[in-house]
């Protein structure tokens, strides 16, 4: 299992960022995918995860700090998850982890991880 993540970058406050992740192997369609983030100095959280359905308007499908702001989607045709940030803010700076799951739904540590992807954002 691969998950390629792309899209990071530097950007200004309020600006907009698309991260994807190319998954391959044997995962996707039947597994629950989610994107992680590590601020310098501080430990990775969750940001965002997604089941195998497309739900996530779990109460924990999205860190409360990133509610409204950020947007989890997949495309299984193209085995591809994404991670719409708007309204980017300062304390969004961080290295984004796509990750994976073996279940549908995602609950609990993720099985696979990306490379990572290092969002900037400016202030």
């Known amino acids: 299992v691969q998950l390629q993540a792309s899209g990071g970058g530097l950007v200004q406050a309020g600006g907009s960022l698309r991260l994807s992740c190319a998954a391959s192997?044997?995962?996707?369609?039947?597994?629950?995918m989610g994107w992680y983030r590590q601020a310098p100095g501080k430990q990775r959280e969750l940001v965002a995860r997604?089941?195998?359905?497309?739900?996530?308007?779990?109460?924990?499908s999205y860190a409360d700090s990133v509610k409204g702001r950020f947007t989890i989607s997949r495309d299984n045709a193209k085995n591809t998850v994404y991670l719409q940030m708007d309204s980017l803010k300062p304390e969004d700076t961080a290295v984004y982890y796509c990750?994976?799951?073996?279940?549908?739904?995602?609950?609990?540590?993720?099985?696979?991880w990306g490379q990572g992807t290092l969002v900037t954002v400016s202030s």
């Open positions: 192997g044997s995962i996707f369609s039947d597994n629950a």
């Open positions: 997604i089941s195998s359905g497309g739900i996530t308007n779990y109460a924990d």
């Open positions: 990750v994976g799951y073996k279940t549908t739904l995602g609950r609990g540590q993720p099985d696979y």
